[in-house]
C-alpha cells in the first residue's frame, strides 16, 4: 500500500489560509489523493479528494502536484472549528477482491490560534 | 438513519472479559470498515466488508479478534479475553461504490 508523509502538527492564526502539505512518492497512476478530518472525539470526515487536476469544494481546495508525488489541502480562511487532525490517504483502484483499503497515517495536527 | 451509528460509546470490561461493539452503517451502503485509534494515534484498519463478499481480515491484530456483518447490515466486532492494550476507540465507517467514507464517533474501549 502506498505511504503519505505529513507533519506531525502546524499552526495557523484564525482567518488566515493553511496550506497542509502531503507527500507520496509512491503514488501509482491510480490512486486517488483522499483527504479526511478529525474533530476532537468525533470519528474522521471527508474534506475532499482528487486524482491529477486540482479541486474546490465548499470545505477546502487540493493543489496537487504535476507529478502526483505531493499535494496540499487548502483551508482559505482558518476558523477555530477547523483545528483537528488533518489525514492524507491514497486510494486505489478497486482490486478484483473488491477491497478498497484505507490507510490512515498520523496526520497533521492543526491549531488555530485566536 | 442519518449517519453510522455505533454501540455502546463507551464500554469498560474487565480483563480476560469479551465484549462486541456494534456498528449501524448508512442505509444501502455495501462497504463496511473497522479501525482502531489508540491514544495520540492514527488510524489503524482492522476489517472490511464488501457486499456479499469475503471480508478482507488483514488487518485483525490476533485470533481473539472476529468481526461479523449480518444481512450485509449491522456489524459487531468482538473482542474475547480482552487485554489491555485493547484500549482504544474503535471506528467504523460505511461507503457505497467509490463514495466517501462516512464514519461513526467510535466506541471507546477501556479495559481495566
Known amino acids: 500500500d502506498a505511504k503519505t508523509t505529513q507533519p506531525n502538527s502546524m499552526e495557523s492564526n484564525e482567518e488566515e489560509p493553511v496550506h497542509l502539505p502531503c507527500n507520496h512518492s509512491?503514488?501509482?497512476?491510480?490512486?486517488?489523493i483522499h483527504w479526511y478530518r478529525q474533530l476532537p472525539s468525533q470519528g474522521p470526515e471527508y474534506v475532499i479528494h482528487?486524482?491529477?487536476s486540482n479541486v474546490n469544494n465548499r470545505m477546502a481546495s487540493l493543489a496537487i502536484a504535476e507529478d502526483r508525488k505531493s499535494s496540499t489541502l487548502i483551508l482559505h480562511r482558518a476558523t477555530l472549528r477547523d483545528a483537528a487532525v488533518y489525514y492524507c490517504?491514497?486510494?486505489?483502484?478497486?482490486?478484483?477482491?473488491?477491497?478498497?483499503?484505507?490507510?490512515f497515517g498520523t496526520g497533521t495536527r492543526l491549531k488555530v490560534l485566536a | 438513519g442519518a449517519g453510522v451509528s455505533q454501540s455502546p460509546s463507551n464500554k469498560v470490561t474487565e480483563k480476560g472479559k469479551d465484549v462486541e461493539l456494534r456498528c449501524d452503517p448508512i442505509?444501502?451502503?455495501?462497504?463496511l470498515y473497522w479501525y482502531r485509534q489508540s491514544l495520540g494515534q492514527g488510524l489503524e484498519f482492522l476489517i472490511y466488508?464488501?457486499?456479499?463478499?469475503?471480508?478482507?481480515k488483514s488487518g485483525l491484530p490476533s485470533d481473539r479478534f472476529s468481526a461479523e456483518r449480518t444481512g450485509g447490515s449491522v456489524s459487531t466486532l468482538t473482542i474475547q479475553r480482552t487485554q489491555q492494550e485493547d484500549s482504544a476507540v474503535y471506528l467504523c465507517?460505511?461507503?457505497?461504490?467509490?463514495?466517501?467514507?462516512?464514519f461513526g464517533n467510535g466506541t471507546r474501549l477501556t479495559v481495566t
Open positions: 465507517a460505511s461507503s457505497l461504490g467509490t463514495t466517501p467514507l462516512h
Open positions: 509512491t503514488i501509482s497512476g491510480t490512486d486517488y
Open positions: 482528487g486524482l491529477t
Open positions: 490517504i491514497l486510494r486505489g483502484l478497486l482490486t478484483t477482491s473488491g477491497t478498497y483499503k484505507y490507510i
Open positions: 442505509s444501502g451502503h455495501t462497504a
Open positions: 466488508f464488501q457486499g456479499n463478499s469475503a471480508p478482507d
